[in-house]
């Protein structure tokens, strides 16, 4: 098991910043490739970021490239996702997640979630 508790979020201006953090409990943090999705109001989930276990690998959705950066403390068992240049359409309940495979974009193949955080971004 791994509990996932995610912070950060909130209200900020287009053009603005927000860091997201998710700390992991339980099991090895590092055996677990880490994701962020997200989620806005009457829509599917949707792929943000992901890294891979040792942090070397990162991929994401072509909507936050070049203005979100995610990435991982194998050490502090947190991941974070920096974000930029905020725009009102990334409104939504951001949500980390684990799993142990490659899925990486796929959010049925994560085994662990937490239980997201709201960013709201006004124009």
């Known amino acids: 098991q791994v509990q996932l508790v995610e912070s950060g979020g909130g209200l900020v201006q287009a053009g603005g910043s927000l860091r997201l953090s998710c700390a992991a409990s339980?099991?090895?943090?590092?055996?677990?490739?880490m994701g962020w999705f997200r989620q806005a109001p009457g829509k599917e989930r949707e792929f943000v970021a992901a890294?891979?276990?040792?942090?070397?690998?990162?991929y994401y959705a072509d909507s936050v490239k070049g203005r979100f950066t995610i990435s991982r403390d194998n050490a502090k068992n947190t991941v974070y996702l920096q974000m930029n240049s905020l725009k009102p359409e990334d409104t939504a309940v951001y949500y980390c997640?684990?799993?142990?495979?490659?899925?990486?974009?796929?959010?049925?193949?994560?085994?662990?979630w937490g239980q997201g955080t709201q960013v709201t971004v006004s124009s």
């Open positions: 997640a684990a799993e142990m495979g490659s899925a990486i974009y796929t959010p049925v193949r994560y085994d662990y």
């Open positions: 890294v891979g276990r040792s942090g070397g690998s990162t």
């Open positions: 339980g099991q090895t943090f590092s055996r677990y490739t």
